[in-house]
């Protein structure tokens, strides 16, 4: 019963993000980006390029939980693997999100 729970909300995420990954790449929402309003939308110079890397994040991060119960079902029964599965996902999302935001400045003034 816990598998598919873990499948559900994965992959639930996954489709959330790949959806936020095409209304800000492909229809270009920005104001589905974080931090982004009217008031601050003047600081941002490209905003096209903007939209790319965040709709990029958002790929990311839809891939890496459609992939995560694939993983979970190949490796998960091995003690202290599924553990490690977790924290490489988790590693991965905060690793992948703080390179965005590091990048994201080349887009800002």
Do not use: Q
């Amino acid at each position: 019963m816990e598998k598919l729970v873990e499948v559900l909300v994965l992959e639930g995420i996954a489709i959330l993000m790949f959806a936020f990954a095409y209304a800000i790449g492909v229809k270009g929402r920005m104001n589905l980006i974080a931090g982004y309003s009217e008031k601050t939308a003047g600081r941002v110079h490209n905003k096209p390029g903007l939209a790319r890397l965040i709709a990029r994040l958002c790929l990311l991060i839809g891939i890496a939980s459609a992939l995560m119960p694939l993983a979970t079902f190949l490796c998960g029964d091995v003690p202290g693997r599924l553990a490690m599965l977790i924290g490489g996902y988790g590693g991965f999302i905060v690793g992948t999100a703080a390179l965005t935001m590091v990048e994201a400045r080349e887009f800002t003034s």
